[in-house]
């Protein structure tokens, strides 16, 4: 079985500091929360990593096949409920230039499959996927 780790430490009383391969990023609590707002919430880190999971896989089918798609983006919405705060339920918007609305439904489907965030959410939390095209 294949693992994966980080490191994260304390670096002030409402920051700390996430060690990942070679890149580090700080994490702390908005200030109306009794943070210092140095960096991203844990649950901002949470909707990046599922984007950017997504969107790694996104490219790489769109590069696999050669084909001439340009400006993807991707919007992450979560929706959080209550007593305990959680996610109850994610979005995920994407969009791109140059491509017709079936070649990006097949890749927006490639990446989903890929994506190791996606496998290990779905079923466990509501998660849908919602496909535009740019003019």
């Not at 190791?116 to 496909?131: A, E, H, P, S, W």
Request: proline share 3%; with cysteine; hydrophobic share 45%.
């Amino acid at each position: 079985m294949t693992t994966m780790k980080i490191q994260v430490r304390q670096v002030s009383a409402s920051t700390s500091e996430a060690t990942l391969r070679t890149h580090h990023v700080l994490i702390d609590r908005p200030v109306e929360k009794g943070g210092t707002d140095r960096g991203p919430m844990g649950g901002d880190l949470f909707l990046a990593s599922v984007g950017g999971c997504f969107m790694s896989n996104l490219l790489a089918a769109i590069r696999a096949r050669g084909e001439q798609i340009s400006d993807a983006r991707l919007e992450v919405i979560g929706t959080i409920a209550e007593s305990p705060a959680r996610f109850s339920a994610l979005e995920l918007y994407v969009t791109a230039d140059g491509a017709n609305p079936e070649l990006l439904e097949k890749l927006v489907e490639i990446a989903d499959r890929g994506c190791i965030m996606m496998n290990t959410l779905r079923g466990k939390l509501d998660v849908r996927i919602r496909i535009g095209a740019l003019a």
